[in-house]
Nanobody, 123 residues
Framework: QVQLIESGGGLVQAGGSLRLSCAAS????????MGWFRQAPGKEREFVAT????????YYADSVKGRFTISRDNALNTFYLQMNSLKPEDTAVYYC????????????????WGQGTQVTVSS
């Protein structure tokens, strides 16, 4: 059974940093892309970043480029989202997900999802 478990969310002031983690289990993810999405109240789920488990190629949404970094630790089967220079508009529930597509940016391209973790950025 595939499980993706997020952690690391919380409340932070604008300009601060948080690191989200996503622990993956239940299968070998070497051929997968792992992604982060976010969803604010009343808004659609929005792509944030994605990374190939093998090779480490990455792709970011313009809104987070230069502020967020996606990475993975193969030995721990965990991937991360380092978020710096946070803004109030980054406030959302953040989800991790897994996909067999190269570097997908659409939620429907992802096969597995975590339960989400809340990130709140105060002004």
């Amino acid at each position: 059974q595939v499980q993706l478990i997020e952690s690391g969310g919380g409340l932070v002031q604008a300009g601060g940093s948080l690191r989200l983690s996503c622990a993956a289990s239940g299968r070998t993810f070497s051929r997968y892309a792992m992604g982060w999405f976010r969803q604010a109240p009343g808004k659609e789920r929005e792509f944030v970043a994605t990374i190939r488990w093998t090779g480490g190629s990455t792709y970011y949404a313009d809104s987070v480029k230069g502020r967020f970094t996606i990475s993975r630790d193969n030995a721990l089967n965990t991937f991360y989202l380092q978020m710096n220079s946070l803004k109030p508009e980054d406030t959302a529930v953040y989800y991790c997900a897994a996909s067999m597509i190269w570097l997908p940016t659409t939620p429907s391209d992802y096969n597995y999802w975590g339960q989400g973790t809340q990130v709140t950025v105060s002004s």
